[in-house]
């Protein structure tokens, strides 16, 4: 979808930009039986101490159940009712209707209209948009998303807005996948996945414009190091804009703040690794 650039009215107006939801179903008629409540965690732990920040305020969100197996589902079909906007995720969902009566969200991949049929099966399925099956029923160069990491486990990779991966090869047990982080990976070829690249791809060119945007979506104020006094933070200090003066960028704790790289090691998922993601210059 395209987006949607406003008239600078105001400030906030100038710089802001929004996705274009005409596509979108107007006045969708999902069932509420698949929204829930929330409770939000403010960034505060089970003590009620801050473990992340940054977090707070926003407005209210429900949340969708979403079907990242449909295993449940397999070998029927089923038809694309509407096409409705989430807004605890970039991507958008798809409402679908199975003809043995059943009713689910799912994601919905990129150029889905509404009468779409969709359908999951452990065979080899079309390769239309949002039809499901195996990793090992897919040829190589097929983009797929909503991956399964575990067999019957659901979707755990490429969920995000435009995000798919790549088939490169199918070999005995596994099927090696590249993902549009540059990683290649294997992945057992048993597992599932949906066909397609996710709708709103245009999603990373939408821009805030404005603070209060920000707010509403919980993310609370960042205040830099440098505008700090040294007792709050190895960056602060000085007279007037001085640089951090420090080897490297730190914490407020005194850690490395730049690239350090935060996977475990000696992880037992490595072996499955082929090709590192892409470092950053």
Request: charged share 30%.
């Given at each position: 979808m395209p987006v949607k650039a406003y008239n600078p009215t105001s400030a906030g107006r100038r710089k802001s930009s929004v996705v274009d939801y005409s596509r979108l179903t107007k006045k969708p008629k999902s069932p509420k039986s698949l929204t829930r409540s929330k409770k939000r965690s403010g960034g505060r732990n089970a003590q009620g101490k801050i473990s992340v920040r940054h977090i707070g305020g926003g407005s209210r969100k429900k949340v969708r159940t979403i079907d990242h197996s449909r295993l449940d589902r397999l070998d029927?079909?089923?038809?694309?009712k509407s096409l409705e906007y989430d807004p605890r995720r970039s991507a958008f969902l798809a409402f679908i209707a199975y003809s043995d009566g059943a009713r689910r969200f799912v994601l919905a991949p990129s150029k889905t209209?509404?009468?779409?049929?969709?359908?999951?099966?452990?065979?080899?399925?079309?390769?239309?948009p949002g039809n499901r099956s195996m990793l090992k029923n897919f040829p190589a160069g097929t983009q797929i998303h909503d991956i399964e990491l575990l067999p019957g486990k659901g979707g755990q990779l490429a969920r995000s807005a435009g995000a798919?991966?790549?088939?490169m090869a199918i070999e005995e047990r596994y099927a090696t996948l590249k993902l549009q982080s540059g990683e290649n990976r294997k992945i057992l070829a048993t597992c599932m996945?949906?066909?397609?690249?996710?709708?709103?791809?245009?999603?990373?060119n939408e821009r805030i414009g404005k603070a209060g945007?920000?707010?509403n979506m919980g993310v609370r104020p960042s205040v830099r190091g440098k505008a700090m006094n040294p007792v709050d933070h190895p960056h602060g200090g000085g007279e007037g804009r001085n640089p951090i003066g420090l080897t490297h960028p730190k914490t407020p704790w005194g850690k490395h703040a730049l690239g350090v790289r935060t996977r475990r090691k000696h992880k037992p998922s490595d072996k499955f690794i082929v090709q590192r993601r892409k470092e950053r210059r």
């Open positions: 029927i079909p089923a038809r694309v209209r509404v009468g779409d049929r969709f359908i999951a099966s452990e065979k080899k399925v079309e390769l239309n798919y991966a790549t088939v996945a949906s066909v397609g690249q996710l709708s709103n791809v245009d999603h990373a945007r920000k707010r």
